[in-house]
């Protein structure tokens, strides 16, 4: 026999109340029915009951812009509608079997597991916890994450004779005036053309950043990198070594100099980080140990992994906290996975882009 579904609406006015009792809690205009019971019922759907907080709990985590829009009874019963809506297709779903359905059962699993996280674990982690001493540590003994010089990026042009060095130059400028200071196309022909550094020369002449004090390169370059005024302007030869060099300025990267003050959060934030990560390791290493586990090598051995696109997606286990990360750009650690694209959680319409 077909199932009948016995759909009921109730109590519409309270929830128009507890919705405008929650506005006026935020700081909008008072309202007159400061009693209202949140388990009051506001539709049930067979057995599933949607209350009064169910429905204002949904509507209350929109944007404030979507949340304007559920301010008249007709909009909040087509809130309703929605959740009346998921909650009809879920017991469908459920009819047919779909509830026992392994991707389902995954995703039941995920969602599980991110409430364990924010509630049992990340929870009980405080960023103020990382101690003050650990902190100073971390910045003591990374200078140069929070100190660095004035550097300078230049790229050279380097040939033995001086005559040819001249002649290089003039043609240089003359590129440098006729194009625009990020373009560094014209220079790097000229590199191509005339350099007989067999280094540099495959980098286009680029001797990348250096600062005022630096010992990688002869200290006549060094000295006349500094002296350029602008990116994009050329030295004229300069005497080394190894013959005669033109210079051509590509970036400028001033230094800074950050107090511990400064980097306090940033530094505390890096090391809660790794607090977490250890804690959650310890945390699984310990379930691990009240639990029977056995792992068959020999047949984990015959698994087979095809090559070219496949149905992307985290593995089990992957973007917890102190997980192996499965791959770039995913959402940070415990972070619930997404809804489906024009379903919201809990059955609700999906809020539209425009008023």
Same mark, same amino acid.
């Given at each position: 026999?077909?199932?009948?579904?016995?759909?009921?609406?109730?109590?519409?006015?309270?929830?128009?109340?507890?919705?405008?009792?929650?506005?006026?809690?935020?700081?909008?205009?008072?309202?007159?029915?400061?009693?209202?019971?949140?388990?009051?019922?506001?539709?049930?759907?067979?057995?599933?009951?949607?209350?009064?907080?169910?429905?204002?709990?949904?509507?209350?985590?929109?944007?404030?812009?979507?949340?304007?829009?559920?301010?008249?009874?007709?909009?909040?019963?087509?809130?309703? &509608?929605?959740?009346? #809506?998921?909650?009809? $297709?879920?017991?469908? %779903? *459920?009819?047919?079997?779909?509830?026992?359905? /392994?991707? @389902?059962?995954?995703?039941?699993?995920?969602?599980?597991?991110?409430?364990?996280?924010?509630?049992?674990?990340?929870?009980?982690?405080?960023?103020?916890?990382?101690?003050?001493?650990?902190?100073?540590?971390?910045?003591?003994?990374?200078?140069?994450?929070?100190?660095?010089?004035?550097?300078?990026?230049?790229?050279?042009?380097?040939?033995?004779?001086?005559?040819?060095?001249?002649?290089?130059?003039?043609?240089?400028?003359?590129?440098?005036?006729?194009?625009?200071?990020?373009?560094?196309?014209?220079?790097?022909?000229?590199?191509?053309?005339?350099?007989?550094?067999? &280094?540099?020369?495959? #980098?286009?002449?680029? $001797?990348?950043?250096? %600062? *005022?004090?630096?010992?990688?390169?002869?200290? /006549?370059? @060094?000295?006349?990198?500094?002296?350029?005024?602008?990116?994009?302007?050329?030295?004229?030869?300069?005497?080394?070594?190894?013959?005669?060099?033109?210079?051509?300025?590509?970036?400028?990267?001033?230094?800074?100099?950050?107090?511990?003050?400064?980097?306090?959060?940033?530094?505390?934030?890096?090391?809660?980080?790794?607090?977490?990560?250890?804690?959650?390791?310890?945390?699984?290493?310990?379930?691990?140990?009240?639990?029977?586990?056995?792992?068959?090598?020999?047949?984990?051995?015959?698994?087979?992994?095809?090559?070219?696109?496949?149905?992307?997606?985290?593995?089990?286990?992957?973007?917890?906290?102190?997980?192996?990360?499965?791959?770039?750009?995913?959402?940070?650690?415990?972070?619930?996975?997404?809804?489906?694209?024009?379903?919201?959680?809990?059955?609700?319409?999906?809020?539209?882009?425009?008023?």
């Amino acid at each position: 026999m077909a199932k009948t579904l016995r759909l009921t609406f109730l109590c519409v006015p309270a929830l128009a109340s507890a919705v405008a009792l929650s506005a006026c809690k935020r700081g909008g205009k008072s309202g007159t029915h400061e009693n209202v019971d949140p388990s009051q019922v506001v539709a049930r759907v067979d057995d599933n009951v949607i209350t009064v907080a169910d429905v204002q709990e949904r509507i209350n985590k929109q944007s404030p812009f979507v949340r304007a829009r559920y301010t008249n009874a007709e909009r909040k019963k087509e809130f309703v &509608d929605g959740l009346v #809506r998921f909650e009809v $297709l879920a017991d469908e %779903a *459920a009819r047919r079997g779909y509830d026992k359905d /392994p991707d @389902v059962q995954r995703v039941m699993k995920q969602q599980m597991i991110s409430k364990l996280m924010q509630k049992d674990f990340e929870s009980k982690l405080k960023v103020e916890d990382v101690p003050e001493a650990d902190v100073e540590k971390y910045y003591n003994e990374h200078p140069t994450e929070f100190h660095q010089k004035d550097e300078v990026r230049v790229s050279e042009i380097l040939v033995k004779d001086k005559a040819k060095a001249a002649k290089i130059y003039a043609e240089a400028k003359a590129a440098a005036k006729s194009s625009q200071p990020t373009d560094q196309q014209a220079f790097r022909n000229l590199v191509m053309k005339y350099s007989e550094d067999e &280094d540099s020369k495959p #980098r286009g002449g680029d $001797l990348s950043f250096f %600062a *005022a004090d630096s010992a990688t390169y002869p200290k /006549p370059i @060094v000295d006349a990198a500094f002296k350029i005024q602008n990116v994009g302007d050329v030295s004229p030869p300069v005497k080394t070594d190894k013959g005669w060099a033109i210079l051509r300025l590509t970036q400028k990267r001033p230094g800074f100099n950050r107090s511990l003050a400064e980097v306090k959060h940033q530094i505390q934030q890096r090391l809660f980080r790794d607090m977490r990560s250890k804690a959650m390791d310890a945390f699984v290493e310990d379930l691990k140990k009240k639990t029977t586990i056995e792992v068959n090598e020999a047949n984990l051995a015959k698994v087979v992994v095809e090559a070219g696109p496949g149905i992307s997606g985290p593995a089990p286990g992957f973007g917890l906290p102190g997980a192996p990360t499965a791959a770039a750009g995913r959402p940070p650690a415990g972070t619930p996975a997404a809804a489906p694209v024009h379903v919201q959680p809990g059955g609700a319409p999906a809020a539209q882009n425009h008023p």
